[in-house]
């Protein structure tokens, strides 16, 4: 039988899970230790060998120790272990009142907005947009229960204002009310998105995009969205400059206590204005003309591109086109878009992202390596079937 010391960890985390104080646990913590013929243990050993219901065992230098086996049995015992079905667990507290949900209409939204940020009553809607953005939220969503409900546009999350793990209180909401305020502008912006998809031109249909990343089955559809068009200082409404629909992670599993289980990818894909022109950086003192040539691009998604490659931390390691597509564009010299150009950066852990431009659209795949099984191979296949390459 396998011995080991505990000493606090183990102890610390069950306490975070199970809402509980360290103090109401064993004081125990994993850290592997030798045994010995002479280790001071080694009646207390005896007798934990002897008593099989025991949890713990207490040795002659006053230090907890388990075996493998009461460790499983003192989990059980905190309701985890194997066979616990952890997708259907809830931390929502029912004590929690329902006052305490800050997204239930339209206007405890604007009014928790506002107190939060107070000088967004200079831009929401003010001077700079036609109108907040919650009041793009319609009334046929209902904002009154306890989960955002899902649309075709939206996965659907539930709220956290009543989490019992979320109630740390930062400048003066709790952290699950901060997390629903956030959440709620992502469902504002979702209906944004079914509004302006089809009122600009775009360079790709971010609708079929969404479902041809679905097919791949690599990570789960959270959300597509889109900025409001605002007032430049002119009071000209500005278009906005593009719409992203975003995959998050994939849960495969949960282990013994709890914690998930991530799959191999995370990723968005972002469409752009199409203005039938070269985009980039225009003089507004003088008479509107490009101030650089090499910062005209051939649309907002080549653009971004450039300056992502600009933005990396390590550039060297970063192979650039010799000639961006826009310049040659704007100099008469091609008339297509690039067909395909990417970032690959390596992260730690055998994980890495992919920055990836093709015919007017730019995918942000990252993948997450062993035994999680995300590979640079298959990001970059992905990328290349979502852009159409």
Request: with cysteine.
């Amino acid at each position: 039988m396998k011995k080991v010391s505990y000493i606090l960890v183990l102890a610390s985390v069950l306490a975070l899970l199970s809402g509980c104080g360290v103090a109401d646990l064993p004081w125990i913590w994993v850290k592997p230790q030798a045994k010995t013929e002479n280790a001071p243990d080694a009646e207390a050993g005896e007798k934990a060998d002897e008593d099989p219901d025991a949890l713990y065992t207490v040795n002659e230098n006053g230090e907890i120790e388990m075996t493998e086996e009461q460790m499983y049995k003192l989990l059980e015992e905190y309701g985890y272990g194997d066979g616990v079905d952890w997708a259907n667990q809830s931390d929502d507290d029912p004590s929690i009142p329902k006052s305490m949900d800050i997204t239930a209409s339209r206007e405890l939204i604007k009014d928790t907005y506002y107190a939060q940020y107070p000088k967004a009553k200079e831009y929401e809607p003010g001077d700079m947009y036609e109108k907040a953005w919650w009041d793009y939220i319609p009334d046929s969503y209902d904002l009154t229960g306890d989960v955002f409900p899902a649309t075709k546009n939206y996965a659907g999350q539930e709220k956290q204002y009543n989490n019992s793990l979320e109630q740390t209180v930062i400048d003066g909401l709790t952290t699950g009310q901060n997390h629903d305020l956030g959440n709620v502008e992502y469902v504002a912006k979702s209906f944004i998105y079914e509004e302006m998809k089809n009122k600009y031109k775009w360079t790709a249909n971010l609708d079929e995009l969404t479902e041809i990343a679905k097919g791949l089955d690599a990570a789960d559809f959270w959300v597509k969205i889109s900025d409001r068009p605002y007032f430049d200082r002119d009071m000209e409404l500005v278009n906005p400059s593009f719409m992203t629909s975003y995959f998050e992670q994939r849960t495969v599993g949960y282990d013994t206590i709890g914690l998930p289980q991530f799959g191999g990818y995370k990723f968005s894909i972002t469409v752009w204005e199409d203005k039938d022109k070269p985009v980039g950086w225009v003089n507004d003192m003088t008479d509107g003309s490009f101030m650089d040539e090499n910062e005209v691009y051939e649309n907002m998604g080549e653009w971004d591109f450039y300056d992502e490659i600009d933005a990396t931390s390590d550039p060297k390691k970063v192979e650039k086109p010799k000639v961006p597509n826009g310049v040659l564009i704007n100099q008469g010299k091609t008339t297509g878009l690039a067909k395909e150009q990417y970032i690959h950066k390596k992260l730690g852990f055998k994980s890495g992202m992919v920055y990836y431009y093709g015919n007017g659209i730019t995918v942000d795949m990252s993948y997450f390596g062993g035994d999680q099984g995300g590979t640079f191979e298959d990001a970059l296949k992905y990328c290349r079937i979502i852009c159409g390459n």
